[in-house]
């Protein structure tokens, strides 16, 4: 039996890993971010139990197009497109992109029965369970199972060249954009900068500029925006709003003070880590390595989703890698099935046909528990 994998080993891949965040327990119930695609259709065919033919319909929750689950679940979506006619028994399988704006919403989605699936962040999804922000005075009741790793994302602050910023400490009294407030990334932002000690200040200083991804690199060139919350994923490449600004825009790398490696650290499922540079084309940064906390990402599919059609998406990501990291090259690489596991919370359910599939595949699942579907 192969043992599953974490961050370091997803890197090597050219995805990325996690760390386990504690608290996290139940299976579609609540306590308490970002992609993107078209389509639409709600769920027909996507009953429980084994059997499926037909057509399945999956909307599918993502922030935007231009942040990186968005890309990955579109490059997925068009695989399946191509390959789906030809899986027997769960018959055809249509995987619907829905841009939400956040992992947040896309829960909220979920929680309504208007989207079957999405991707989002082990952070949100935990913060959900138990009842923390933005959860904790409107909680949801239910939260879709795991199913798939897509990649860890290497958070990391820059400072627009001349605006004096060189450390965290810094961004006091500058203008800082923390990502965009409807993300789950930016919920996480927050809550490392309060551990840091720091958020407090942002918000007595007016510090803090709120603005969707589109409008980050024109901020920067009217000088509204003086530093910025960007990410990297799995070792290769930047989102797509971030190569915006990486080509319009001079910036430095921020370094992460003792007090901000520590709230980092003591903030759930995540850690701080020094990275070597990567993404960042147009830049001429004085360091090859940058400061960074994680942040890790997985497709979630609901209970609603058939055990045969769980078990054909990971069956089709697992055999066509290298068709689905042509559209996102930090899509981790689930050639090796342990890989689709490397992400997952210690107790929080497996999707039924994922389970299988991974299990059949010699992967150790002895840690995690198969879960249960409709029907």
């Known amino acids: 039996m192969s043992t599953i994998g974490r961050r370091d080993v997803l890197r090597a891949a050219g995805g990325a890993g996690a760390l386990a965040l504690a608290g996290c327990v139940g299976e579609e119930s609540g306590g308490g971010s970002n992609g993107s695609g078209s389509g639409g259709g709600g769920g027909s065919g996507s009953g429980g139990g084994n059997s499926g033919g037909g057509t399945t319909s999956i ?15 579109n490059s ?39 989207v079957q699936a999405m991707t989002g962040g082990n952070f949100i999804i935990a913060s959900a369970k138990q009842g923390r922000p933005p959860f904790q005075k409107r909680a949801v009741e239910k939260i879709p199972q795991q199913a798939m790793s897509i990649t860890a994302l290497d958070m990391h602050i820059l400072a627009v060249e001349g605006s004096g910023i060189e450390t965290t400490d810094d961004l006091v009294g500058a203008n800082f954009w923390p990502l965009p407030p409807q993300w789950g990334l930016r919920q996480q932002a927050e809550t490392v900068l ?7 200040e942002l918000q007595e200083t007016d510090s803090i500029v709120n603005a969707d991804t589109d409008a980050v690199a024109g901020g920067i060139a009217e000088n509204r925006i003086d530093a910025l919350f960007a990410y990297g994923a799995g070792g290769a490449n930047l989102a797509g709003w971030a190569t915006e600004v990486d080509a319009r825009a001079s910036l ?39 400061d960074t906390y994680g942040a890790d990402f997985q497709f979630w599919f609901g209970s609603g ?29 689930h050639s090796e099935p342990s890989n689709m596991a490397a992400l997952y919370l210690p107790d929080h359910p497996v999707h039924a046909g994922v389970y299988d599939f991974l299990e059949e595949n010699g992967v150790d699942l002895s840690d ?3 879960g249960k579907l409709q029907g």
């Open 59 to 73: 909307a599918v929750g993502i922030p935007s197009a231009s942040t990186t689950t968005g890309a990955a679940s």
């Open 76 to 114: 997925f979506q068009r695989v399946i497109r191509n390959v789906s006619p030809n899986t027997d028994p769960a018959g055809t399988i249509q995987w619907n992109n829905q841009e939400t704006g956040g992992d947040p919403p896309s829960l909220r989605q979920y929680d309504q029965g208007n």
């Open 194 to 200: 309060q551990n840091a000690g720091l958020w407090s």
């Open 252 to 290: 430095n790398l921020v370094e992460m003070t003792d007090s901000f490696k520590q709230g980092a650290n003591s903030t759930r499922g995540t850690s701080y880590q020094e990275v070597e540079v990567y993404g960042w084309d147009n830049q001429n940064f004085q360091s090859e390595t940058m």
């Open 305 to 333: 989703v058939s055990r045969d059609v769980g078990y054909e998406l990971a069956r089709i990501s697992s055999e066509n890698v290298e068709a689905i990291q042509e559209g996102q090259p930090a899509y981790a690489d």
């Open 368 to 370: 995690y528990t198969r």
